[in-house]
Every structure is written in structure tokens, then in C-alpha cells.
T-cell receptor, first 110, second 115 residues
Framework: RKEVEQDPGPFNVPEGATVAFNCTYS??????FFWYRQDCRKEPKLLMS???SGNEDGRFTAQLNRASQYISLLIRDSKLSDSATYLC???????????FGTGTSLTVIP | GAVVSQHPSWVICKSGTSVKIECRSL??????MFWYRQFPKQSLMLMAT?????????EQGVEKDKFLINHASLTLSTLTVTSAHPEDSSFYIC???????????FGEGSWLTVV
């Protein structure tokens, strides 16, 4: 089983829609969780960390469900500029290793 | 601004030659850096973990003699693609972990084209 699994999509949604991605992880002892955004032909950039209590940054909400071992990212009122690949990243804290999902492709359509 | 910088951003080389890509942590010391490769429309693939002052740890299937990694200082790791072939053409990205150990920062990436 992979350390981190994501639905690769693609997700094609109209502007203004709400879209959610999930990412499951296999190591129940994992400590840190992140969502990164990668634009085409660019490096991944940190979008937000995921805290146990959940956290929100503008239109973006991240949640952690330890019981079911998944994290989620919710994007409200989608903008064209949200089109990108969203990577979930998990740090199991067993070393300096970070595990990446394969990424979920989102395209927001006018 | 960038906290991890890569150079060069773009490089074209002839088959059989070697290419060196540098990865620098600008605002912090990185004892561990990572090197990835990403082919078009595919996910990041971890190639190796670069440890300052010691040998890199390579992922299964990655040829250590072809992809030479040197991490001689706390702010610089280099990846040398030796005897490059067209199939080595890819987007190479490095990353480093913050001093707090809980955030990973990526370099801007290096596009390698082997002709």
C-alpha cells in the first residue's frame, strides 16, 4: 500500500463551484500534513498546513480525520486561478521523509 | 522570496555529456535535501535523499552512478546527471526541510533537455 494516496482526477468544475479533495495516508502515527499546489511546469508551493482542529484560509479549508486516516481540502467559490495540481504531503516523523500523493488535477472552467 | 534556489532553471545538453544542477537553501541550513524528477503530466518521483557530509540515499531503481549527488555543505546540494541521454530529459526539483523540521520547501526546478 502506498504511503499516501490521492485521486488524480481530473476534476473539472465551473467557476464558483465548491470542490473537495481527499487524501489517505497509511501510517497512523503520521504527525504533519500539508497541501501543496503545483502549477504547470512549476515547483510545488505550500498552500496550507493541516492542523488537527482543521483550519481555514479564505476560500480554502483543510481538515484532518485521524480515525479514518485522511486529510481533505475544500475550495469554495472556485476561481479560474485555482486551476492547478494539488498535492497532499505527509510527514510520518520517523525521519526526514515526507511522502507525497500523486496529486489531484483541478481545472476551473469559465 | 524563495528559500530554496535551484540553478540552472533551463539547460540543454548533448547526449553523453554531464550536467550539474545546484540546490541551495538561502535562509537556513539544510542537513537533508531531496531530489525529485517529474515527467510531463506525471507526479513527483523521489530520486534520492541527500545528507550533508555523507552519501546520498537512493530510491530503488535510481542509478547512483548516473545521478551523482553531493551535499558538501549545509546550504548546497548538487545533482550531476552523467552521460546524459534523451530519456533523462525531465523536470528536476530539489527540496529542503525547514529548521523546525515540519515544512518542506522546493526549489524552482530545473528543466533538462538532452538532445
Amino acid at each position: 500500500r502506498k504511503e499516501v494516496e490521492q485521486d488524480p482526477g481530473p476534476f473539472n468544475v465551473p467557476e464558483g463551484a465548491t470542490v473537495a479533495f481527499n487524501c489517505t495516508y497509511s501510517n497512523s502515527a503520521s504527525q504533519s500534513f500539508f497541501w501543496y499546489r503545483q502549477d504547470c511546469r512549476k515547483e510545488p508551493k505550500l498552500l496550507m498546513s493541516v492542523y488537527s482542529s482543521g483550519n481555514e484560509d479564505g476560500r480554502f479549508t483543510a481538515q484532518l480525520n485521524r480515525a479514518s486516516q485522511y486529510i481533505s481540502l475544500l475550495i469554495r467559490d472556485s476561481k479560474l486561478s485555482d486551476s492547478a495540481t494539488y498535492l497532499c504531503v505527509v510527514n510520518p516523523r520517523t525521519g526526514n521523509q515526507f511522502y507525497f500523493g500523486t496529486g489531484t488535477s483541478l481545472t476551473v472552467i469559465p | 522570496g524563495a528559500v530554496v534556489s535551484q540553478h540552472p532553471s533551463w539547460v540543454i545538453c548533448k547526449s553523453g555529456t554531464s550536467v550539474k544542477i545546484e540546490c541551495r537553501s538561502l535562509d537556513f541550513q539544510a542537513t537533508t535535501m531531496f531530489w525529485y524528477r517529474q515527467f510531463p503530466k506525471q507526479s513527483l518521483m523521489l530520486m534520492a535523499t541527500s545528507n550533508e557530509g555523507s552519501k546520498a540515499t537512493y530510491e530503488q531503481g535510481v542509478e547512483k552512478d548516473k545521478f551523482l549527488i553531493n551535499h558538501a555543505s549545509l546550504t548546497l546540494s548538487t545533482l550531476t546527471v552523467t552521460s546524459a541521454h534523451p530519456e533523462d530529459s525531465s523536470f528536476y526539483i530539489c527540496s529542503a526541510i525547514s529548521n523546525s523540521g515540519n515544512t518542506i520547501y522546493f526549489g524552482e526546478g530545473s528543466w533538462l533537455t538532452v538532445v
